[in-house]
């Protein structure tokens, strides 16, 4: 199976260190900016969407409190060619990253310009600290208690680039102005607000029927959502598995594997080798259609109570310190929400 690089336009380069983009690179991205979560819509202009497409030069990182631009500088590109053909190469069973491709990764960071943040502020939304990373800031307008900012650099420091750089990230930073006049809001909205109850009716990998009853005898269930491709996902399991071995009273861990019904030997394997012994549901066409389809990196594990219904935030991404300890602290916090 053909691995994926876990750089793609949503959910970011951050995610390179903790988990792995919710789209596949090897699908073309969609021309329309569509983000229900974050209650944001627009055209992508002819440049970025050649840039995110083609070049893969832009950067789009998608996170709650708005999206976030980044150029990749052509050194950066030559980084990103490099760090691909490594991953390609990598085992299938790799559970981190090594230390080559880890200072590669730092690399990158390095070489990525911002060219601006959409900023959303409102319904529980605070990030003021995000405007210290730019000179300038224009109101582009607000709905349903969401004001909408655009966050920029009016001068941005392009000292690093070669001078074919520069003249494309002028471009690319001008097209950005142009998207106010197609930028669409209409507020930000929860996951609950989105998606409702978690419902569903499935398999496991093992073969076995199984659907929303299985929340009934817990008060609380984690569900940690994976992909046969994602090593993040794969490395943290067994701490998982030491998480289910551990769980209060009243509670349970269940797994959601994405690709399970393309790559059902594959996802057999991977729950065998690390030892898994929680259940691991095969998603279907109805899941990928209803609450999977506003995930967007892997890991996620979402929280929910004996009836389906979300229970705080999710954890995105693998914890970066001692996991086992995170989830379950995060599950102490999450039974505290339900006993308010």
């Known amino acids: 199976m053909k691995k994926r690089l876990f750089i793609t336009i949503i959910a970011g380069l951050m995610l390179l260190l903790i988990g792995c983009a919710g789209e596949k690179n090897n699908e073309i991205q969609p021309r329309i900016y569509d983000n229900p979560y974050q209650g944001i819509k627009f055209t992508l202009p002819d440049i970025w969407y050649t840039g995110v497409n083609e070049k893969q030069n832009i950067i789009l990182e998608s996170y709650e409190y708005g999206l976030n631009v980044s150029y990749l500088t052509s050194e950066g590109m030559q980084i990103m060619k490099t760090l691909q053909e490594s991953i390609a190469n990598m085992p299938e069973d790799a559970a981190s990253y090594t230390k080559e491709q880890e200072a590669m990764i730092e690399n990158l960071y390095g070489e990525m310009i911002p060219v601006g943040l959409f900023l959303l502020e409102g319904g529980g939304i605070t990030e003021d600290e995000l405007r210290a990373g730019f000179t300038d800031a224009k ?50 909205k929860s996951a609950e607000q989105l998606t409702g109850d978690i419902q569903f009716s499935s398999d496991t990998v093992g ?52 690709d399970a019904a393309e790559e059902p030997e594959l996802a057999a394997q991977i729950i065998e080798k690390t030892g898994v012994k ?24 979402i929280f929910v109570d004996e009836e389906g219904n979300l229970v705080g935030e999710p954890i995105i991404g693998v914890p970066t310190n001692d996991a086992e300890q995170a989830y379950l602290e995060a599950i102490d916090e999450h039974l505290e929400l339900l006993s308010k």
């Open 139 to 188: 109101k582009l307008g607000e709905s349903n208690f969401t004001v909408y900012s655009l966050l920029f650099n009016q001068n941005p420091d392009l000292s690093i680039m070669a001078d074919a750089d520069k003249e494309e990230f002028r471009s690319i930073w001008e097209a950005m102005f142009e998207i106010e006049k197609d930028i669409t809001f209409s507020g930000h």
């Open 207 to 258: 073969g076995l029927a199984i659907d929303t009853s299985v929340f009934i005898p817990f008060k609380l269930t984690a569900i940690n959502i994976w992909a046969t491709w994602c090593n993040p996902c794969v490395g943290e399991m067994p701490e998982l598995q030491k998480v289910y071995e551990s769980l209060p009273e009243g509670v349970n861990l269940l797994g959601v594997c994405i």
């Open 278 to 301: 929680y259940e691991n549901i095969v998603a279907n066409n109805a899941m990928n259609e209803g609450f999977l389809s506003y995930i967007q990196a892997y890991p996620t594990t």
